[in-house]
């Protein structure tokens, strides 16, 4: 069999297209790997659009506060995801408020396969919103795959503006558990955004409501 090996320039970001196999497969620019010793903040902080950051099974304890640079669109995003066949999972230490952060204007960032457990933070389990009145919210981010559970508060936070926002086969449970949980953020997602999408999704054990689509003008088009 013939292989051909072809690198071409679209924007920042190379595609390059191999043959492995008898099939064809293409990669957006780089495709890093860490493991649980590595500094997962500073290797994300090193991503550029159409990175590819995989993690190698087990729990990472740290969490990634806004450390995400976005991609360009979904032809050229950033993703991070777990290594092929193998399970990584997030678990922030105690006397954080997330596990994960999304804001400043993030987006184009797809998070696949990696678990999220969120039982020792005092907040949400992920957060897509923005960090100030004058700072632009995050959006178009795709959370695939993936369990979400342990967050005293909701799993899923998503505030106003973060629109264009996917949701694909996930389990969000038991969240929203905190003693003095006033009932308030105590849901699998809260989400006061417009334009997203969720499919395919578990939603069992939480406080309160599964899903909870909430805001007098914002939250619309939600399918």
């Known amino acids: 069999m013939k292989c051909t090996l072809s690198l071409k320039i679209l924007t920042s970001a190379a595609i390059l297209v191999l043959c492995i196999g008898g099939s064809f497969s293409s990669l957006r620019g780089a495709v890093k790997v860490v493991t649980p010793a590595d500094n997962l903040v500073a290797t994300c902080q090193s991503l550029a659009p159409g990175d590819t950051l995989q993690l190698r ?5 740290v969490m990634l506060d806004r450390v995400i640079p976005g991609g360009t669109s979904w032809s050229i995003p950033v993703v991070i995801q777990s ?5 990584a999972i997030l678990q922030a230490p105690a006397g954080n408020p997330y596990c994960v952060n999304f804001e400043g204007g993030a987006q184009y960032i797809v998070w696949d396969r990696i678990n999220v457990d969120a039982t020792l933070v005092w907040g949400n389990a992920i957060k897509i919103a923005r960090n100030s009145a004058s700072s632009p ?4 981010i795709r959370i695939q795959n993936t369990d979400v559970w342990g967050a005293p508060n909701t799993g899923i936070l998503v505030q106003g503006g973060s629109d264009w926002c996917e949701f694909l086969n996930l389990k969000v449970h038991d969240n929203g558990k905190k003693i003095d949980n006033d009932q308030l953020y105590s849901y699998a997602f809260y989400i006061k955004s417009a334009n997203n999408i969720l499919r395919n999704i578990r939603a069992y054990g939480n406080g309160s409501s599964g899903i909870q689509i909430f805001s007098t003008t914002a939250a619309t088009d939600n399918p």
Not at 57 to 61: K, L, Q
Not at 83 to 87: A, R, V
């Open 57 to 61: 099974g087990g729990i990472y304890r």
């Open 83 to 87: 290594f092929p066949g193998e399970q």
């Open 137 to 140: 919210p995050a959006h178009h």
